[in-house]
């Protein structure tokens, strides 16, 4: 496949935020579409991406973000994908590519699905790359180098939609997977959606502790606590949303995460201190394979600086 049959004519990128946005910088970066349209419902966030120039056209309607597009990504909260897709679906073109960027994919491929017209090919997807900012400041062009974009086409899809949406995300850096949406769930409720309930959760227990004082939580944070504030920053809106959408395979993994930690008060209890050194001994290796395969590096913090 040449550089010319991966370039589309026009992408519309519907919702400006974290994802949205560092999409259009980085199909502007790669040379990925000759034109590039943004939609999002606040007018705020619509004039910040004017102000950083991040398209050729801005539309407080996606209906007409979408027009002559020949793809078109949704880039909202799960919660709001079917309520665009019936704004949008009078207006997408045929042969067009309709995708997302949902944390969430069976419920979108559940909601969404049923509105596309036919002639236009819906193919959701999930780059498994962001931050806990939000908004079109908080984007960038790099964000989806080396890292994964998982495609979960539906049953019949068109082939060769499927590759040349491959080859889109291919050209903003990312490395493709496709799989079932299902299966996406499933994956991803452990490796995302319960570890952010996690630190949700630490850092709500650690504000209602009566015995240890709020600013010792924030004096003393350096011990662990502050890592988890990082993912628990992360936007109340979308968050609340993945948890709404993958009740089931979140359910199923936190039964497991909950007898896991069962154990571990056991050795705890018992002073089991071979079962613990063996645990830990085990997640070290884990992290190693995780700088191993270029999905973080070796840095101190997650290579992020801190003042001393
Ligand atoms: P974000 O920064 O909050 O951006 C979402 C944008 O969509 C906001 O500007 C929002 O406006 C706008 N919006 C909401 N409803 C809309 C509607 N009906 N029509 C048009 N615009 C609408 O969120 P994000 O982090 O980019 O997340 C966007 C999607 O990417 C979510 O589905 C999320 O699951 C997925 N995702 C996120 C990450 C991550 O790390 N953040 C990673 C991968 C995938 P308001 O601010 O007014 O609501």
């Given at each position: 496949?040449?550089?010319?049959?991966?370039?589309?004519?026009?992408?519309a990128?519907?919702?400006?935020?974290?994802?949205?946005?560092?999409?259009?910088?980085?199909?502007?970066?790669?040379g990925?579409?000759?034109?590039?349209?943004?939609?999002d419902?606040?007018?705020?966030?619509?004039?910040?991406?004017?102000?950083?120039?991040?398209?050729?056209?801005?539309?407080?309607?996606?209906?007409?973000?979408?027009?002559?597009?020949?793809?078109?990504?949704?880039?909202?909260?799960?919660?709001?994908?079917?309520?665009?897709?019936?704004?949008?679906?009078?207006?997408l073109?045929?042969?067009?590519?309709?995708?997302?960027?949902?944390?969430?994919?069976?419920?979108?491929?559940?909601?969404?699905?049923?509105?596309?017209?036919?002639?236009?090919?819906?193919?959701?997807?999930?780059?498994?790359?962001?931050?806990?900012?939000?908004?079109?400041?908080?984007?960038?062009?790099?964000?989806?180098?080396?890292?994964?974009?998982?495609?979960?086409?539906?049953?019949?899809?068109?082939?060769?939609?499927?590759?040349?949406?491959?080859?889109?995300?291919?050209?903003l850096?990312?490395?493709?997977?496709?799989?079932?949406?299902?299966?996406?769930?499933?994956?991803?409720?452990?490796t995302?959606?319960?570890?952010?309930?996690?630190?949700?959760?630490?850092?709500?227990?650690?504000?209602?502790?009566?015995?240890?004082?709020?600013?010792?939580?924030?004096?003393?944070?350096?011990?662990?606590?502050?890592?988890?504030?990082?993912?628990?920053?992360?936007?109340?809106?979308?968050?609340?949303?993945?948890?709404?959408?993958?009740?089931?395979?979140?359910?199923?993994?936190?039964?497991?995460?909950?007898?896991?930690?069962?154990?571990?008060?056991?050795?705890?209890?018992?002073?089991?201190?071979?079962?613990?050194?063996?645990?830990?001994?085990?997640?070290?290796?884990?992290?190693?394979?995780?700088?191993?395969?270029?999905?973080?590096?070796?840095?101190?913090?997650?290579?992020?600086?801190?003042?001393?």
């Amino acid at each position: 496949m040449t550089d010319a049959d991966v370039m589309v004519n026009k992408v519309a990128i519907i919702g400006c935020g974290l994802i949205g946005s560092s999409v259009a910088r980085a199909v502007r970066h790669a040379g990925a579409a000759a034109e590039i349209s943004i939609a999002d419902s606040d007018v705020g966030n619509l004039d910040k991406a004017r102000e950083l120039s991040l398209a050729d056209s801005y539309h407080s309607t996606a209906l007409d973000a979408v027009s002559n597009a020949g793809l078109v990504i949704l880039a909202v909260p799960v919660g709001a994908m079917a309520s665009v897709a019936t704004v949008i679906s009078g207006g997408l073109k045929a042969g067009a590519i309709l995708s997302d960027v949902g944390s969430v994919k069976n419920s979108v491929l559940k909601s969404v699905g049923p509105l596309v017209p036919a002639g236009v090919h819906f193919i959701p997807g999930h780059p498994v790359a962001g931050t806990e900012q939000s908004g079109p400041e908080a984007g960038f062009a790099s964000l989806f180098d080396g890292r994964w974009c998982i495609l979960t086409p539906p049953d019949d899809a068109d082939s060769a939609a499927v590759e040349a949406l491959s080859a889109f995300w291919t050209k903003l850096g990312s490395k493709v997977d496709i799989m079932t949406a299902d299966h996406h769930d499933l994956v991803l409720a452990i490796t995302s959606h319960v570890p952010h309930l996690i630190a949700y959760n630490i850092v709500g227990t650690a504000n209602d502790l009566e015995t240890v004082t709020r600013s010792e939580v924030i004096k003393y944070s350096a011990g662990g606590f502050r890592d988890f504030t990082r993912i628990a920053a992360s936007d109340p809106t979308m968050w609340r949303d993945v948890f709404l959408n993958n009740k089931e395979a979140v359910l199923e993994m936190l039964g497991r995460f909950s007898e896991d930690l069962t154990a571990l008060q056991r050795a705890i209890r018992w002073g089991d201190g071979d079962a613990l050194f063996d645990l830990f001994s085990h997640t070290r290796e884990i992290r190693k394979r995780i700088i191993d395969a270029g999905q973080d590096d070796e840095a101190a913090d997650f290579g992020r600086p801190h003042k001393p």
